[in-house]
């Protein structure tokens, strides 16, 4: 018996030591298994965390665009107001020109009477303070007669021949210009020197 039971016993141990390899070669793999899926864990943080900083970054340049866009967008508003403010009589001033066209040529008729020369003092009165407040919103009559013709401000509507003068003078002013502050409301009509 103590042959059989020694026969055992060596069974016993190789089940053992066969068990116990196994143990061992499932841990091993649990470990690497376990190693695995940590350095997975972390490939997926590291992925994640690239994602979410590029997501930030294009959320950043976003923002700067549209910051940019509301800046230049406020910048216009702002001069777009100035410009309404500048030229806020424009519209009005040019509806008045022909009036103060009336005015001037009523002022070249030749009066005699003494009826006739009040009713002339009061137009010219009226003309005069009219004149003024145009000026006070900015309108100035564009000289002509004498410069240099500027097709800006000027419009050529005939040439004459005068041998004094140079070529491109202005030698007549046929309708008068004027310009509210730096923009032309309506040209000079005027004859250039050929």
């Known amino acids: 018996m103590s042959e059989t039971t020694e026969n055992k016993e060596q069974q016993e141990q190789q089940i053992s030591q066969t068990t116990e390899t196994e143990l061992n070669n499932e841990n091993n793999a649990q470990d690497e298994q376990t190693n695995e899926v940590e350095l997975t864990a972390e490939e997926k943080l590291s992925a994640e965390v690239a994602e979410l900083k590029a997501k930030l970054e294009e959320e950043e340049n976003r923002f700067l665009r549209l910051r ?9 508003t702002q001069l777009d107001r100035e410009a309404a403010e500048k030229y806020r009589a424009q519209k009005l001033l040019t509806d008045l020109l022909p009036v103060i066209d009336n005015f001037e040529r009523a002022l ?3 009066v005699s009477s003494d ?8 137009i010219e009165m009226v003309y005069k303070t009219f004149i003024e ?12 007669e004498g ?4 097709p ?3 419009q050529a509507v005939m040439q004459e021949a005068d041998s004094e003068k140079e070529s491109g003078i202005v030698l007549r002013e046929l309708q008068k210009g004027y310009k509210l502050k730096d923009r032309v409301l309506r040209p000079s009509m005027v004859s250039v020197n050929e």
Do not use: M, S
């Open 68 to 76: 940019a866009d509301f800046d230049n967008l406020r910048r216009r």
């Open 108 to 110: 070249q008729v030749e």
């Open 115 to 122: 009826d006739a020369q009040a009713l002339y003092k009061g």
């Open 133 to 144: 407040a145009t000026k006070q919103e900015g309108l100035e009559v564009i000289p002509a």
């Open 147 to 150: 410069q240099v013709f500027d």
């Open 152 to 154: 800006t401000v000027h």
